[in-house]
């Protein structure tokens, strides 16, 4: 029991990127690893969320200003980590945005924003970042956070869900690829998460169908962030794993 309590535990000096770690689901994942002592490098475009985050932890945090929808912005970010901690074992990207406009009401500029920040900029994430893991030939971890959207219709939700049904399946190739060099890559898809992402309102309504009856606090995205990237998980990759309080086996969503 102690060991695998150790080995749960066993994040002293590893070295995560987090993209949209700034906020929310990102940022409780920030804290959760920092507590267990790793080195957490920060990239988000929330300059207001990077200083707060400087002001509370005086080590082991790199914060940068940026944008996933920028591969030279990108690129730049991990050259800082490498330079500073020599290398990459975790990324856990979960920058993203959840706009509300029907299909119809759609500008094709609004279409791209989504589609390019919750899945281009997972793209151009992912690759650099593998890019460096291969290089290391040390294995490593690529956590993305994609959403029970990409299985489930929502109204006002086009281009999100086609985002998220896209970065899924970028998760489950690039496991494939990166099989070879002992590289893991899986995808965690929340349902209702407590965030700033989200209209209260919504929440409240929407809790009524999850069988636990109630959001996931952000914690509990990052504790399952820390199961499936702890030395416990050898064999699991290229999964997408539902923390959702149990509202996709439901039929239908429903209890
Ligand atoms: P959040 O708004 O609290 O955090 C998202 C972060 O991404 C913010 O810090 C934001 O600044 C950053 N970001 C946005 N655009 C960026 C860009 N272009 N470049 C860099 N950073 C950028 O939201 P959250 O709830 O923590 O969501 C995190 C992820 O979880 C998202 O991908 C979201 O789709 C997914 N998710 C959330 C929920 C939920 O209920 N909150 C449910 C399912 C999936």
Redesign the pocket.
């Known amino acids: 029991m102690k060991e695998v309590a150790k080995q749960l535990s066993d994040f002293e000096g590893k070295r995560l990127l987090i ?10 994942t920030v804290n959760h690893f920092l507590s267990k002592g790793a080195k957490v490098a920060v ?4 300059q207001e ?1 990077l200083t707060k985050l400087e002001n509370q932890y005086q080590q082991d945090l790199l914060t940068m200003e ?4 920028r591969a030279n912005e990108i690129a730049r970010a991990l050259d800082i980590m490498v330079e500073e901690w020599d290398g990459i074992d975790i990324l856990v ?6 706009p509300d406009m029907r299909i119809i009401d759609m500008e094709e500029e609004e279409w791209d924003r989504v589609l ?3 899945l281009k ?1 997972a793209f151009l994430t992912c690759r650099n970042v593998a890019q460096r893991m291969i290089a290391q030939r040390s294995g490593g971890h690529i956590v993305t ?5 990409y299985q489930s219709a929502r109204i006002g939700s086009g281009h ?1 869900c086609a985002s ?1 049904a896209g970065l899924v399946m970028l998760t489950k190739v690039l496991a494939f690829e990166l099989a070879d060099y002992g590289i893991q890559v899986n995808s965690i ?10 209209d209260p309102s919504y ?1 409240q309504t929407f809790s009524k169908r999850i069988p636990l009856g109630r ?2 606090k ?1 914690t509990e ?1 990052s504790g399952a962030i820390e199961m499936i990237t702890s030395s416990l998980n050898t064999y699991m990759t290229g999964q997408i794993i539902p923390i959702d309080g149990g509202l996709s086996s439901g039929h239908y969503g429903l209890p």
């Open positions: 993209t949209g770690g700034a906020s929310g689901i990102g940022l409780a990239f988000d475009i929330n969320g940026g944008d996933v929808r990207y979960s920058a993203g945005i959840f390019d920040i919750n900029g956070i994609s959403s029970g959207s999100y998220k898809a929340p349902g209702l998460v407590e965030s700033e992402l989200l929440v959001p996931a952000p995205v």
